[in-house]
């Protein structure tokens, strides 16, 4: 736990906004309080899935906005413009860095501009020491994500990303929050869990 907080310290100092939980049944409690009756975007998200969020938003919220397999459509598009988008980070650096890599884009555009709020949902097994660390863990988890989505990359074969600019990659974008970007509300919540991949 006093991992979480230092993190927390130091990510409020870059702006963001943070909560720290000791299960994710608490955490998940209070999400729905907070996105009851409002729009809710959620991105591609093994943690959010763990917490069974994905399933109980639906009575809870007012719309929600999945994105689905294979895709840049309407409802991708919709989430970019909800109350509240839920999504975890592949990795979190101690020194303050939020990292992801989106295939598509919709996850990353999502926590860049666009919803009135962006809550990150992180266990602790996705915190790294440094920027280096989270960068690694980050591509690790692409590849875990690509087998699990069933595509045909060189990582799958390898075990490791192999930096490929294959059709079915789901390394298009990285991004690096180093702080909370200006007109958006970004809000961490830090669970002290082993969540996701």
Not at 140 to 151: I, M, Q, Y
């Amino acid at each position: 736990m006093k991992r979480l907080q230092q993190l927390s310290e130091k990510l409020k100092k870059c702006g963001f906004d943070t909560e720290i939980f000791e299960s994710g049944n608490k955490a998940s409690n209070r999400i729905r309080g907070i996105v009851n009756g409002c729009s809710v975007g959620v991105g591609s998200s093994m943690t959010l899935e763990c917490l069974g969020l994905l399933e109980s938003l639906k009575s809870n919220a007012k719309e929600v906005f999945f994105h689905l397999p294979g895709g840049a459509g309407e409802e991708e598009r919709k989430a970019l413009t909800a109350d509240f988008y839920l999504t975890s980070a592949n990795a979190i650096s101690m020194d303050g860095h939020i990292v992801n890599i989106d295939g598509t884009g919709n996850r990353v555009a999502a926590t860049c501009f666009g919803p009135k709020q962006v809550i990150y949902v992180v266990g602790k097994n996705k915190i790294t020491e440094t920027l280096d660390g989270a960068m690694v863990r980050a591509k690790n988890t692409a590849v875990k994500l690509a087998k699990h989505f069933g595509r045909r990359t060189p990582c799958i074969k390898t075990g490791e990303c192999e930096d490929c600019l294959s059709a079915e990659c789901i390394c298009s974008i990285t991004t690096i929050h180093r702080k909370k970007p200006y007109g958006i509300n970004i809000s961490v919540f830090l669970i002290d869990e082993e969540l996701g991949l």
